[in-house]
C-alpha cells in the first residue's frame, strides 16, 4: 500500500466514490479510498435507491434537483449504465393536514422548475391503476422522479475514479487518525499506515466512530433499516408509492420485482446490527397488500437491512470540521444519501479544491446543531 | 468452461459475464452476486451457488473454502405477501 496521499477518503460507499471521482475529474492527484470490505458492501449497496426532487426546503429541491440532472446523463459519463428508470414518484397523502404541506411543498417546487403537481385520488389511480384508494384523499405526483441500479451506480463512479487514478483499497479498515495542532497527519489501517493532510469521513453508517478516531464528535447515530424484493412479476405499474403518514415506499423495478421498505425509527435497532426480522417482512407486506391488494399472491424472495446515518435532524453534515483542519465530512445522510451523492460529492470536491462552492452547502455545516439552527424537512422518511 | 455457458439459470447469467466480473477484479461471491444478479433470482442461489463458488475458486486458484462469501444470506423458501400479511385464503 502507498505511504503517502494527498486526499484520504474513508468509505467506499456512494458518498466516498462521487467524491473521489469529482476530486480526480477537477484534476487533484494522489487521492485514494479505504474501504473496510468491498465496494457498496456498506448502505450504498443495500438501499433503494429511489431518486425524488419533491422536498420541502427550497436547499433540498434545489441539491435534488441538480443531482438528478448529473443523474440523467451519469451513465454516459461514467461509460457504465446505472439503469437510469425515472417512472416518477407518487406521494400519497392520508390526511388534511398532508395535503396541506403538499400544496406548499408544490407551490416551491414548481417555483425551482421541478415538474411536480397535486393529483386527486382517482388521478393517482390513472397513473397507478392496481391502487386501492382506501384513506388516499390526495397526493403529489413528479414524473421526473426515478430509481437507479445502486450497486451499478456506485461501481460506475469507483471504476471511472480509477480511472482518473485514485486508488481504491478494499478491505482496508481505518482504525485511528493521528492529528497535531488541530490538523490531520496521518490515518492507520490494518494494511499500514499513510501520511496525509485531508481525510473526509464518508464512512455512512461508521462516521461516529471515524470522529472519535479523530477526536471529534460528530452528532450522528446509526439504526437499522429493512428492505424487502418479490419475485419478479408482469407488469403492473411503475412509479414509486410513498407516503409519510402511512410510512411506506415500494415500487415495481423495471426488472419485475417488486422493492421497499419503512421507516421505523421508535422499533428499529440502534447501531450497526444489519439482521433481518419477521415483524418487518409482515408489516411491510401488508403495507403493500393494503395499498395494491393483487401484490398477496406474489411471492417475497429477500429481505435485508442496512443503516441509516442519523444526524438530529434527519439532514447531512457537509464540509470541514471547525477545530480539525483538514478534516472533512459527508456524513448524517439518514435516508436520502443516495439520491443527494451526486451532488454532494461534486460540492465537497469543490470545498476540498477552491476552498467554495457552486450551490450553498453551508447551512449543512456541523455548527448548525450548536447554533440551534437545525434544518425543518417536513418530507423525510 | 465457454463463455455463453449459463451459470445461474433464474437470471440468465453466463460464465462470460462472471468472468467479466472477476477480470476487474471483483472476486467476492458477494460483488459477483451484485454484479451479475448471479444467485438473485427466483431459486435464491440453491441451483447456482455451488457452481458459481467453485468457479470463482478456480479462477481465484482458491479453495472453495477460501472464497470470500462475507455476507451470506441463506437462501429461504419464497413466502407469499398474503400470508406474511396474514391473510390465510391460499
Ligand atoms: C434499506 C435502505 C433503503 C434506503 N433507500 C434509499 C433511497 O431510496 N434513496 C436514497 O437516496 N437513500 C436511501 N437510503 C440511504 C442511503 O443508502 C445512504 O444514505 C447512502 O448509501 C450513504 O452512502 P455512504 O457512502 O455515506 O455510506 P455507505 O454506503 O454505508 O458507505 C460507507 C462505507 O464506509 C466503510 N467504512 C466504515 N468504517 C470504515 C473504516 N473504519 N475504514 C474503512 N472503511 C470504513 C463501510 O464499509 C462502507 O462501505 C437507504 C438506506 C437503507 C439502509
Ligand atoms: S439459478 Fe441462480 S438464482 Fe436460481
Redesign the interface.
Known amino acids: 500500500m502507498i505511504k503517502k496521499a494527498d486526499i484520504v477518503i474513508i468509505g467506499g460507499g456512494i458518498q466516498g466514490c462521487s467524491i473521489a471521482y469529482n476530486l480526480a475529474k477537477k484534476g487533484a492527484k494522489n487521492i485514494v479510498i479505504l474501504e473496510k470490505?468491498?465496494?457498496?458492501?456498506g448502505s450504498s449497496?443495500r438501499c433503494g435507491a429511489g431518486i425524488r426532487q419533491q422536498f420541502g426546503t427550497k436547499m433540498n429541491c434545489i441539491l435534488a434537483r441538480e443531482s438528478m440532472k448529473i443523474f440523467e446523463t451519469l451513465s454516459e459519463e461514467l461509460d457504465y449504465d446505472i439503469e437510469l428508470n425515472q417512472a416518477g414518484y407518487l406521494i400519497l397523502a392520508y390526511t388534511e393536514k398532508e395535503i396541506n404541506q403538499f400544496k406548499k411543498n408544490v407551490v416551491l417546487e414548481q417555483s425551482l422548475g421541478i415538474e411536480a403537481k397535486m393529483v386527486t385520488p382517482e388521478e393517482a389511480k390513472e397513473i397507478v391503476p392496481p391502487l386501492n384508494l382506501e384513506g388516499i384523499i390526495g397526493g403529489t405526483f413528479c414524473p421526473t422522479d426515478g430509481n437507479v441500479n445502486p450497486?451499478?451506480t456506485t461501481?460506475g463512479y469507483a471504476?471511472a475514479a480509477q480511472r482518473l487514478g485514485v486508488k481504491y483499497y478494499p478491505f482496508t479498515e481505518v482504525t485511528e487518525i493521528e492529528t497535531e495542532d488541530k490538523r490531520i497527519l496521518s490515518v492507520i489501517t490494518n494494511k499500514g499506515k499513510i501520511l496525509t493532510p485531508i481525510v473526509v469521513n464518508a464512512a455512512g453508517g461508521y462516521s461516529g466512530p471515524v470522529g472519535k478516531m479523530a477526536g471529534v464528535d460528530i452528532p450522528v447515530y446509526s439504526q437499522r433499516h429493512q428492505i424487502l424484493i418479490?419475485?419478479?412479476i408482469d407488469p403492473l405499474w411503475k412509479p414509486m408509492l410513498m407516503s409519510f403518514s402511512e410510512n411506506y415506499y415500494f415500487q415495481q423495478l423495471p426488472d419485475g420485482g417488486v422493492l421497499g421498505g419503512y421507516g421505523d425509527p421508535e422499533h428499529e435497532i440502534i447501531g450497526d446490527n444489519?439482521g433481518s426480522s419477521w415483524q418487518f417482512?409482515?408489516t411491510m407486506?401488508?403495507k403493500?397488500?393494503?395499498l395494491v391488494p393483487i401484490?398477496?399472491?406474489?411471492?417475497?424472495?429477500?429481505q435485508?437491512a442496512g443503516l441509516y446515518n442519523m444526524s438530529p435532524d434527519a439532514q447531512p453534515i457537509l464540509g470541514e470540521h471547525p477545530q480539525l483542519k483538514g478534516f472533512y465530512m459527508s456524513v448524517g445522510f439518514s435516508g436520502h444519501g443516495f439520491m443527494l451523492a451526486p451532488v454532494t460529492g461534486r460540492l465537497i470536491a469543490e470545498l476540498i479544491l477552491d476552498g467554495k462552492t457552486s450551490i450553498p452547502i453551508d447551512k449543512l455545516d456541523i455548527g448548525r446543531f450548536k447554533r440551534g439552527e437545525l434544518i425543518c424537512e417536513p418530507s423525510v422518511v | 468452461m465457454k463463455d455463453e455457458t449459463i451459470i445461474c439459470r433464474c437470471e440468465d447469467v453466463t460464465w462470460g459475464e462472471i468472468r467479466q466480473a472477476l477480470e476487474k477484479g471483483y472476486t467476492t461471491l458477494n460483488e459477483i452476486k451484485r454484479i451479475t444478479r448471479a444467485g438473485m433470482g427466483r431459486c435464491q442461489g440453491k441451483t447456482c451457488q455451488s457452481i458459481l463458488l467453485r468457479e470463482i475458486a478456480k479462477y481465484c486458484n482458491k479453495k472453495i473454502e477460501e472464497v470470500d462469501v462475507t455476507t451470506f444470506r441463506p437462501p429461504t423458501k419464497p413466502v407469499k405477501l398474503g400470508t406474511l400479511a396474514g391473510d390465510n385464503d391460499d
Open positions: 470490505n468491498t465496494c457498496a458492501s449497496g450497486l451499478y461501481f471504476e418479490t419475485e419478479p444489519v417482512s409482515r407486506a401488508k403493500m397488500v393494503k401484490l398477496k399472491e406474489v411471492h417475497m424472495v429477500r435485508w
